[in-house]
């Protein structure tokens, strides 16, 4: 069972416009999430998280929501530019458990086009 | 202050075989993470290890297996390599865990022909 899930594999966005990532999740014990962005042939890159206390974090042009009630969180990039084109991942953790260990969604392919 | 890297960047074995990866994480970094990514699952929990210790486990069979040194290096082995094994392997390090972000490497390609 995929407890984080990015139901969308790919998203098309002009430059300059918003870019809306969706990630939702079902494990209600997860209070602390991330985002992470790759490009092809690197390792995941972290953008920025949020805590489960949060329900909205930004950090330039990203800002992450979190709705808790609905186990639904968004990643918006505003203005979107062609560098941003990379697989997004959602990621999720569960420290209660005695672990660090991220869950991740299976990523979101965002490209920018010019 | 240099990122995380691992080696081999790339590996080629067949079925049967046995593979050492290694990761060296960010000076002072402590916690160390492995995770595979493959197309159909994505990136999923290997193991995590914190001074020489494995903290936690993923749900991996018992041929994949690990572990730190003492300056916080870790290596991960996969014993009786299996098509399926075929994978992007990423470590990740952090100061101690915790609510930090995970830094991660650049990955060792491994595939098993």
């Known amino acids: 069972d995929q407890q984080v899930k990015q139901n969308s594999p790919s998203l098309s966005v002009q430059e300059g416009r918003i870019s809306i990532l969706n990630c939702d999740y079902t494990?209600?014990?997860?209070?602390?999430f991330l985002w992470y962005k790759k490009y092809p042939a690197e390792g995941p890159t972290f953008l920025i998280s949020?805590?489960?206390?949060?329900d909205k974090n930004e950090d330039g042009r990203f800002t992450v929501f979190l709705n808790k009630s609905a186990k639904h969180l968004s990643l918006h990039i505003v203005p979107s530019q062609p560098g941003d084109s990379a697989v997004y991942f959602c990621?999720?953790?569960?420290?209660?458990?005695?672990?660090?260990?991220?869950?991740f969604g299976k990523g979101t392919k965002l490209s920018v086009i010019p | 202050k240099a990122g995380v890297t691992q080696t081999p960047r790339y590996l080629i074995k067949t079925r049967g075989q046995q593979v050492t990866l290694s990761c060296s994480p960010i000076?002072?970094?402590?916690?160390v993470s492995w995770y595979q990514q493959t197309p159909g699952q994505g990136l999923q929990f290997l193991f995590e290890y914190f001074s020489e210790t494995q903290r936690n486990k993923g749900n991996f069979p018992g041929r994949f297996s690990g572990r730190q040194f003492s300056n916080s290096r870790s290596e991960m082995n996969v014993s009786t390599l299996e098509l399926g094994d075929s994978a992007l392997y990423l470590c990740?390090?952090?100061?101690?865990?915790?609510?930090?972000?995970?830094?991660f490497g650049p990955g060792t390609r491994l595939t098993v022909l």
């Open positions: 494990n209600s014990m997860f209070d602390y």
């Open positions: 990621a999720a953790m569960n420290p209660g458990a005695g672990s660090y260990q991220l869950t």
């Open positions: 990740a390090s952090t100061y101690q865990g915790g609510y930090n972000e995970q830094f």
């Open positions: 000076s002072g970094h402590r916690s």
């Open positions: 949020i805590s489960s206390i949060k």
